[in-house]
């Protein structure tokens, strides 16, 4: 079975990653290695599960799924895993927390999206905002094409590859090891 992972928990005993389920007649699921080292499925169900993603206290993970016809931003509580809240409006995809928790970051579109999360026994979400707009390169697979410095302040987007006629390769970028 073909393991994609996405995100390691705050304290390093959880990764969660997404997997083609042959179960279900190639459903992509979310899955999570516990720390005996068995995998199980955290996040199921009709349509893909994707990009799943720990919040940076580890009570929470964000996640991407197509169930209702398009792609959306869910979240779910941690470890439990038994509550949901639908975080995008209009689509969602490949979500990303900020570097302290407080928001949570989407792709819709050519569109980067924010909701303010305040987390308490549930979740809080604010509607979303859009931050920027332009054409980027993505990956909607649940293969992160952006991210979010710790301390919040900037945003790495890819810049969308449009007529490329060449290709830089950098050798040796490595230092050499030294005795």
Do not use: C
Not at 64 to 80: A, F, I, K, Q, T
Not at 154 to 163: C, E, Q, R
């Amino acid at each position: 079975q073909d393991l994609f992972p996405t995100s390691w928990s705050p304290d390093g005993r959880f990764l969660l990653a997404y997997a083609l389920d042959p179960a279900t007649g190639g459903n992509i699921d979310v899955v999570v290695r516990e720390p005996d080292g068995e995998w199980r499925p955290l996040v199921t169900g009709p349509g893909n599960q994707r990009a799943g993603m720990f919040s940076p206290d580890g009570r929470w993970v964000a996640y991407m799924s197509d169930e209702r016809g398009r792609p959306e931003v869910y979240l779910r509580d941690w470890p439990g895993a038994t509550r949901r809240w639908i975080v995008s409006s209009g689509g969602g995809a490949d979500p990303v927390w900020s570097g302290n928790g407080r928001e949570l970051y989407y792709l819709t579109g050519n569109r980067v999206m924010a909701v303010s999360v305040q987390t308490g026994s549930e979740p809080i979400l604010s509607a979303p905002q859009q931050r920027f707009e332009g054409l980027f390169q993505v990956h909607f697979g649940g293969d992160q094409s952006y991210d979010v410095a710790k301390d919040g302040r900037l945003l790495m987007l890819f810049p969308a590859l449009a007529d490329a006629d060449q290709v830089k390769v950098t050798l040796n970028w490595l230092p050499a090891a030294r005795p």
